[in-house]
């Protein structure tokens, strides 16, 4: 039950304007979420999947025009255009509040009305923030209990408060010409419509944990970042955490549940997952820099997740899990993708429903001759992860050792530098740049800029974000994290993959580790410092001394080509540019002559 007035009023101003038949308010109880999972599988809403196999498990299949974040039509609507920046796209907020109020209008007829009250992060913690979030979709309240914190705990936290984040959700008809993803920073609000896809629709991911919080944080003093966090236990059991910032879809799930080389595993390392998508970082009373997942459960790429590449995110889908656009093996009522074993089913339904026919798979034409969308996905319990860290519901975080920025370069980035310092390594994250894949709608293996992996996340001003991380730095002091940079997709000139990646990544993991505690010296280069060649653990990989070798080169003349990209990237933030970032783009270019 709800007594907050300020909740209540904004939803009584909701119910006017989207006029549905019923209200129900989301507590969490597990009775509620039956009836609710019953009422989905009877409109057909949900499939549920084979109890035996899958238990608690279901399938989803969103509208076919309607199968990743539009980044096109999400905007920050701040007041002023230019604190959206040249990197967001922008409407100012009457006009959008205006249209957005206006295909809201009577679009829960003959619908209900969910309730949700949500908290990002464990429920009381100095770190989390709770949202309401009003939809009409039972999809979006089943996942929205995984992947948050849910319930009358999260109402009885926030007591009298009001500070709360509003979040409105219409699915309306999914028109792709209508949909909207809006966000209001000042105002603390979001707005989403015409949408039934998760990184649209639960609120609580990308468009708070991320759009608004990375604004708040930058007027509170701390940081919301799209990163994994985990942890490294040596054999002495000392844990060490690492968080770690990658596109979308450059295998930050697998990374966040590494599984250590059998080699290391003997030793006694283990890897522990704390969060796989974001992080919310604060400065603790020692001075040093703390991290919690704001997030309850995992929103991964189903598509190459197998018993190989991340045997703990498959664990963690065999149970409670929402399924959303894979393909149905109609004998066993199970569910199946591409990359999970090579045993496609015989008898199965595609992502859009349609009976499907493996052997006319065709790789240049994925969409529409796979059996499981290429951004389809699952949303799992994180509780259910065996390699979840004991330190996963700690309302204190974990203290940060490393921050470890990556991206899929083929021939730019070595494996691994490390930033000359906090203020070099904020450049670092400032030209951060990766080739597209299929998390978002547009053209697939485009170089594209995504500073920090955040331009399609950072609710302000992007050049304004690189001065926040700059002031974070200068609060830190010499107890900030040391940054570095990463590239498990180096090629070869025919275009293969020289690095293995996966579990063997934790080698690398290591010497960041190393350097942190200054156990090991590193060679300089023009961008930063490069592993000795002894130094980078190769023993039982399939890697050749030579092809270290090229691993870590840092070519200049492909550097020097790449500066000109850096420039024409920067051009857009004008004055904004903090002089900081300047001047180390200045020593950069000095390094390479
Ligand atoms: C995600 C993304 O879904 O980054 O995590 O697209
Ligand atoms: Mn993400």
């Known amino acids: 039950m709800i007594t907050n007035k300020s909740v209540l009023a ?120 709770i949202g309401f979030e009003l939809t009409d979709s039972i999809y979006v309240v089943l996942n929205m209990v995984i992947m948050t914190r849910v319930g009358q705990e999260v109402v009885d936290a926030l007591g009298d408060s009001e500070d709360w984040i509003k979040g409105l959700h219409c699915k309306c008809n999914i028109e792709e010409e209508n949909r909207y993803i809006c966000h209001f920073p000042e105002d603390n609000y979001i707005i989403s419509v015409n949408s039934g896809y998760g990184g649209n629709v639960l609120l609580g991911k990308k468009c708070f944990a991320l759009r608004i919080a990375s604004f708040l944080g930058k007027n509170e003093g701390w940081m919301a970042e799209h990163m994994l966090i985990l942890g490294l236990e040596n054999p002495q059991g000392e844990i060490k955490y690492i968080a770690a910032a990658f596109p979308s879809a450059c295998g930050k799930t697998n990374l966040a549940m590494l599984i250590p080389p059998e080699k290391y595993r003997k030793l006694g390392y283990k890897v522990w997952c704390v969060g796989d998508d974001i992080a919310w970082m604060r400065i603790g009373s020692d001075g040093r820099l703390w991290a919690v997942n704001p997030e309850n459960g995992f929103f991964g790429v189903a598509p190459g997740t197998n018993e190989n ?108 530098y490390q930033s000359r310092s906090w203020q070099n390594g904020v450049f670092v994250g400032s030209i951060m740049a990766s080739e597209t894949t299929a998390a978002a709608t547009g053209a697939v293996g485009v170089v594209r800029n995504d500073p920090m992996a955040m331009k399609p996340f950072c609710g302000y001003h992007m050049a304004d974000y690189f001065g926040h991380w700059l002031e974070m730095g200068k609060k830190l002091g010499d107890k900030a994290p040391k940054i570095f940079n990463v590239n498990w997709f180096r090629t070869d000139d025919e275009g293969n993959f020289i690095w293995p990646g996966f579990g063997d990544n934790m080698r690398v993991l290591n010497w960041i580790l190393a350097r942190c505690e200054d156990k090991v010296d590193a060679v300089e280069t023009p961008i930063g410092y490069v592993p000795n060649i002894d130094d980078l653990d190769i023993e039982g990989v399939d890697v050749s001394e030579e092809t270290l070798k090229e691993l870590l080169t840092v070519d200049k003349d492909v550097w020097t080509k790449e500066t000109e990209n850096i420039a024409k990237f920067y051009e857009q933030f004008g004055d904004r540019l903090p002089k900081e970032i300047k001047d180390e783009f200045e020593g950069l270019k000095n390094r390479l002559k």
Request: with cysteine.
């Open 309 to 416: 590449s991340n045997p703990n995110a498959l664990a963690a889908t065999r149970k409670n899990t929402i399924f959303t656009n894979v393909a149905l093996n109609l004998d066993n009522n199970t569910v199946w993708w591409e990359g999970l074993d090579k045993n496609p089913p015989k008898n199965a339904l595609n992502w859009k429903g349609e009976k499907w026919d493996y052997t006319k798979y065709d790789k240049a034409d994925k969409v529409n001759t796979s059996g499981a969308h290429p951004n389809s996905r699952f949303t799992a319990p994180a509780v259910n992860c065996p390699c979840i860290s004991s330190e996963f519901n700690s309302g204190k975080g974990v203290p940060i050792s490393a921050i470890v920025f990556g991206g899929r370069r083929a021939k730019a980035a070595p494996l691994v």
């Open 10 to 129: 904004w939803i009584d101003e909701m119910k006017t304007l989207v006029n549905p038949d019923n209200v129900v308010f989301i507590d969490g109880s597990e009775s509620q979420l039956e009836e609710l999972r019953a009422q989905a599988v009877k409109s057909g809403e949900m499939i549920k999947l084979n109890e035996d196999l899958l238990p608690g498990c279901y399938l989803h299949r969103t509208a076919v025009n309607d199968v990743a974040r539009v980044e096109g039509r999400t905007f920050i609507c701040s007041k002023k255009e230019e604190d959206a920046g040249p990197t967001n796209n922008w409407m100012e907020p009457k006009k959008a509040y205006e249209m957005l109020f206006n295909i809201a209008k009577g679009s829960y007829a003959g619908r209900t009305m969910y309730i949700i009250p949500y908290s990002m992060g464990p429920v009381g913690s100095e770190f989390s923030k």
